[in-house]
């Protein structure tokens, strides 16, 4: 199993946005880890949200990521978001987020869907959550995320300032209790880790809680937001946001109606 996964370098993918962001995935992790890591270059210092599987070195493939004294936000404690936090010397997490002792630590498929609580129906999990490896002793059937305490709290309401932009944490507990989400009032710009994507949204995993999540969504459809930087996915604009909200918040209250 191990050795039919070919090796394929570079292991990362690099994409310029608009507005000074860079987006980094990926590609050969299975949809349901690929997970964005984004770059906010600032005037003072940068800040990237989020960090990958943590299967290869970041720092070697994509040193920019390193540059200008970054600031790094973990958005909340899964594998697919904090697997290469430990390369970082400045680690902002939400006191409520477990980035020393996460649950889930495997990309073997089944194991990892027990781990999370994840019950995916007829969905079968694959046996391996990648499509290649990132170097040739890399064993996915032994590969273990690193724990990683957080070097500082993040808090809602507070700021990060990289000069001439600064975002404010939003905290938004549902997906998992200690979720965070970035906000820039000057541009809309939503980095939204879990918390929203243009998928499934994951609201029955261990630590998930879906009447706090439907607040956490009701709070970000009440912004003027205008594009969001998901956890997983392409960004889409505030309007996509709101739908995917409206939908989300119409299931849940179908779900709670009598008869159910
Ligand atoms: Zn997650």
Same mark, same amino acid.
């Given at each position: 199993?191990?050795?039919?996964?070919?090796?394929?370098?570079?292991?990362?993918?690099?994409?310029?946005?608009?507005?000074?962001?860079?987006?980094?995935?990926?590609? +050969?992790?299975?949809?349901?880890?690929? *997970?964005?890591?984004? #770059?906010?270059? !600032? =005037? %003072?210092?940068? /800040?990237?949200?989020?960090?990958?599987?943590?299967?290869?070195?970041?720092?070697?493939?994509?040193?920019?990521?390193?540059?200008?004294?970054?600031?790094?936000?973990?958005?909340h404690?899964h594998?697919?978001?904090?697997?290469?936090?430990?390369?970082?010397?400045?680690?902002?997490?939400?006191?409520?987020?477990?980035?020393?002792?996460?649950?889930?630590?495997?990309?073997?498929?089944?194991?990892?869907?027990?781990?999370?609580?994840?019950?995916?129906?007829?969905?079968?999990?694959?046996?391996?959550?990648?499509?290649?490896?990132?170097?040739?002793?890399?064993?996915?059937?032994? +590969?273990?995320?690193?724990?990683?305490? *957080?070097?500082?709290? #993040?808090?809602? !309401? =507070? %700021?990060?300032? /990289?000069?001439?932009?600064?975002?404010?944490?939003?905290?938004l507990p549902g997906h998992t209790?200690?979720s965070?989400?970035?906000?820039?009032?000057?541009?809309?710009?939503?980095?939204?880790g879990d918390v929203?994507?243009?998928?499934?949204l994951l609201d029955?995993l261990?630590?998930s809680?879906?009447?706090?999540y439907?607040?956490?969504?009701?709070?970000?459809?009440?912004?003027?937001?205008?594009?969001?930087?998901?956890?997983?996915?392409?960004?889409?604009?505030?309007?996509?946001?709101?739908?995917?909200?409206?939908?989300?918040?119409?299931?849940?209250?179908?779900?709670?109606?009598?008869?159910?």
């Amino acid at each position: 199993m191990t050795s039919s996964l070919a090796v394929i370098r570079p292991w990362f993918r690099k994409r310029e946005c608009a507005d000074g962001i860079v987006r980094v995935d990926e590609p +050969h992790v299975h949809e349901f880890l690929r *997970a964005n890591i984004w #770059l906010i270059r !600032g =005037e %003072t210092r940068n /800040l990237v949200v989020d960090t990958g599987l943590g299967v290869a070195a970041l720092r070697e493939e994509v040193p920019e990521l390193f540059a200008g004294d970054p600031v790094l936000v973990v958005t909340h404690a899964h594998l697919d978001h904090m697997g290469s936090a430990h390369e970082f010397d400045v680690i902002l997490a939400h006191p409520a987020e477990r980035t020393d002792s996460p649950v889930g630590d495997t990309v073997v498929g089944p194991l990892l869907a027990s781990q999370l609580g994840l019950s995916l129906g007829d969905e079968a999990m694959p046996e391996v959550l990648l499509t290649a490896r990132p170097h040739p002793d890399f064993d996915p059937l032994v +590969h273990r995320l690193r724990p990683t305490p *957080a070097t500082g709290d #993040l808090l809602d !309401g =507070e %700021t990060i300032d /990289l000069g001439d932009r600064i975002l404010t944490a939003l905290h938004l507990p549902g997906h998992t209790s200690g979720s965070l989400a970035l906000y820039e009032a000057k541009t809309g710009a939503l980095f939204s880790g879990d918390v929203i994507y243009d998928d499934v949204l994951l609201d029955d995993l261990h630590g998930s809680d879906r009447g706090a999540y439907a607040n956490s969504l009701e709070r970000l459809r009440a912004l003027p937001i205008q594009t969001v930087y998901p956890g997983h996915g392409d960004p889409f604009s505030g309007e996509r946001m709101r739908e995917i909200i409206d939908a989300q918040l119409r299931e849940w209250a179908a779900m709670r109606a009598p008869g159910r």
